[in-house]
């Protein structure tokens, strides 16, 4: 069974919404600001972010027991796995941990990313997952897991369109695509675990790189590249998103009866 927030969807959205914009607001209050002072007071946002959803939700479950996967969800669960250590290492991720460990921006480094993973996961796969969940439960809709990681997802990858700047336009074009099959593979997560911290980790990893303390966005890439890598990333992870909706829904029927 689905968790009973404490609050209606409504109220959830508008706190999102809020959060958001304060966010925005602080980064640029913050813009001119020394690093330690912009770093520090980012993740304190991002915290209080997480706290507010908690209390808002009630809870960073959002089913009362976790699902028992099947040796079939098992197997696409492994692929979507798969997956993710692909793409990491296509990033050269081992080279950039170690790289990022011997930074002199270490810990401000660390903290940018940190505080990253904890707004963005918070806002997306947090409250605004729970908003989708919600009215699709209310509206009976079929795959409601699917639908909810498709919508927090696109928005995911929409929100990185605040990173636009003179001559960036390509490479956060591609960025935005990006990110929204990240927030595909973020939700396998949040379903999966029944919890957010597992998103909140591996968000914290991906960012977690020797420049993001100062760089001013991502650089381009081959569009081929990224789209051939990102869409079968895609097409796996929703396979997996689909079957998962099918056996709760499944469970659902069986417990009714």
């Known amino acids: ?17 809020v959060l958001l914009l304060g966010y925005l607001y602080l980064l640029w209050v913050l813009r001119d600001s020394p690093q330690s002072i912009s770093t520090t007071a980012q993740l304190g946002y991002a915290v209080t972010t997480l706290v507010i959803a908690y209390w808002e939700i009630g809870t960073f479950k959002i089913v009362d027991h976790r699902l028992a996967l099947s040796n079939n969800l098992k197997i696409w669960l492994a692929l979507v796995g798969s997956t993710i250590v692909g793409m990491l290492l296509l990033e050269s991720w081992p080279e950039t941990v170690m790289a990022t460990l011997t930074s002199r921006g270490l810990l401000w480094n660390t903290m940018i990313a940190l505080s990253t993973g904890i707004f963005e996961e918070t806002i997306t796969r947090g409250l605004l997952f729970s908003v989708f969940l919600q009215v699709g439960h209310r509206h009976q809709w079929r795959l409601k897991f699917t639908q909810a990681t498709i919508f927090s997802s696109l928005i995911f990858g929409t929100l990185h369109l605040t990173n636009l700047g003179p001559g960036n336009v390509e490479s956060v074009l591609q960025q ?51 789209v051939t890598v990102f869409s079968v990333i895609l097409i796996v992870g929703l396979i997996y998103l689909i079957k998962f909706d099918r056996a709760d829904e499944r469970r659902q029927v069986s417990l009714s009866h």
């Not at 099959?181 to 591996?202: A, D, K, Q, Y």
């Not at 991906?206 to 303390?213: E, G, N, T, V």
């Open 176 to 226: 935005v695509f990006y990110t929204c099959v990240l927030g595909v593979l973020l939700s396998i997560l949040r379903v999966t675990t029944n919890t957010l911290f597992w998103p909140i980790g591996l968000h914290f990893l991906i960012d977690w790189q020797p420049d993001i303390a100062t760089s001013q966005g991502p650089p381009s890439a081959d569009w081929w590249v990224i």
């Open 1 to 17: 069974m689905m968790i009973h927030t404490r609050r209606s969807w409504q109220e959830r959205l508008l706190a999102a919404i």
